[in-house]
């Protein structure tokens, strides 16, 4: 059983930047690939940005294409960088695992964080 834990969430004014920390609770590097998720008020659980278990390969979520950026080391630590934030991208974020090292899922996971806030301010 793989615990994470999100971290670094807060508030931010529009135009700025956040990084996102998940820590496992055990070294997730090569077997898991890794994801972030966000979930906003009165809506569904979106998909943000997914990394293989080599840190090789990267998917993102069209809204957020060229300002997020994911990676991870060679531990338990995967990060989320968010930069040029939005209203919009205000949400509860979550850190997903996935027990599949190179299959980049934007769905199905097999654990998951408890999730930070992010909060933009217009």
């Known amino acids: 059983q793989v615990q994470l834990v999100e971290s670094g969430g807060g508030l931010v004014q529009t135009g700025g930047s956040l990084t996102l920390s998940c820590v496992a609770s055990?070294?997730?590097?090569?077997?898991?690939?890794m994801g972030w998720f966000r979930r906003a008020p009165g809506k569904d659980r979106e998909f943000v940005a997914a990394?293989?278990?080599?840190?090789?390969?990267t998917d993102f979520t069209d809204s957020v294409k060229g300002r997020f950026g994911i990676s991870r080391d060679y531990a338990k630590t995967t990060w989320l960088e968010m930069h040029q934030l939005k209203p919009e991208d205000a949400a509860v974020y979550y850190c997903?695992?996935?027990?599949?090292?190179?299959?980049?899922?934007?769905?199905?996971?097999?654990?998951w964080g408890q999730g930070t806030q992010v909060t933009v301010s217009s």
């Open positions: 055990e070294r997730t590097f090569i077997r898991y690939s």
């Open positions: 990394i293989s278990g080599n840190g090789g390969n």
């Open positions: 997903a695992a996935r027990d599949d090292s190179d299959y980049l899922s934007r769905d199905e996971y097999d654990y």
